[in-house]
């Protein structure tokens, strides 16, 4: 393996130019500064403001989802979304392992049970088949409502997550979900600018979250959004994000408990400035992945992940998969690439090992514990193609 470590850290210094390279970092001109300012010179820097309303109607256009909420951040999307679509206290909610820990916190913060279940090669997303089989062994249908045989308890949704912004098996796994009659929602935190067979992310499911947080493929500095194509749900949680307040020039009234969620109009600002050149990113972002791809494709023990089957992926983050999971060669590899400077990162540890989760239920994980030792992602900014190729 010595070979390996020793070729890939050549491989990446000189793809690299030797230069300091963190794993994501934003992208930001004159039209950042320009949006930003303009906020601060008219005073509409807090909850209400225009670019809200802008952003929200740009991420409609550029998703073509019917209805898009901006928040605060992920976390609040996706707790958003699992309240909107019906889990309740005590119910279980089917979700992947291999994923950002929000997925899961966000089920806790609805008194709801994640259920850790399979990832598939492909895709690293979750996989429709062993679900499938699983379901059918585990699941117990009384009056049209899934029910976990062990447990007792309601299954209500299935959380899925598009890794490094590769799409997952959205048909099959919405299909699965519709013949159990559970809510998909899709954690699209990664996944903006990411197409299934021409259909953006975030449109197969009851809701998704996006997230805009300062690592993700655009910023708001932090922020997110709650998509949903069921137009009444939208508004609903419009309402409950921005504290339940009833509609009134001057009197406090709420009738709900809501929350204050919203997105102030200064981040927004920076999301409009930032949507408008996604495309250009991806472009880019695709270039820095063709220039990895080329890299290692002569590589035997390792990698570059592509694009799944009929999608188009952002690139979010550039990924080395080792043929082989061994952990001290992702260590070797972490300490020798930080050491110069490149600052490539590990999996997640799967959320089963974490002490918050350890005694949630779940299937068999061979995979996902696999990967953990298996997986390095590598600087994918787009500065990256400025200043390599
Ligand atoms: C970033 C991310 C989130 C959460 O987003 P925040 O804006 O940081 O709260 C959720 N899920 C996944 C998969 C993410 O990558």
Known sequence: MDDFINNTLLKLTSFLKGKEFPLHVP?????EQDLVLDCIKTGWVSSVG????????????????????VVMNGTAALHICYMSSGVKENDEVLCPSLTFVATANAIRYCDAIPHFVEIEKDTLGVCPIKLRKYLSEIGRIKNGVLFNKNTDRRISALAITHIFGHPAKLEELKQLCDEYSIALIEDAAEGLGSFYRG?????????????????????????????TNDEELGIKIKHLTTTAKVGHSWLYVYDQLGYNYRMPNINAALGCAQLSKIEDFILTKRKIADCYLELFRE?????????????????????????????????????????HKIFTRPLWRPLHLLTHFKDCPRMSLELTEKMEHSLLNLPSSVEILDETC
């Open 50 to 69: 225009s670019y809200v309303d802008q952003l929200e109607r740009d991420l409609e256009t550029y998703t073509g989802i019917k209805k898009c909420v």
């Open 199 to 227: 259909i953006h992310v975030g449109n197969f499911g009851k809701c998704a979250a996006l997230s805009f947080n300062g690592n993700k493929i655009i910023t708001t500095g932090g922020g997110g959004a709650v998509l």
């Open 27 to 31: 992208s930001f001109n004159q039209k």
């Open 299 to 339: 590589e035997t023990d390792a990698f570059i992940m592509k694009e799944p089957e009929f999608c188009r992926s952002n690139y979010w983050l550039n990924t080395l998969v080792l043929n082989n999971e061994d952990q001290d060669t992702i260590k070797c590899l972490l300490e020798k690439t930080h050491s």
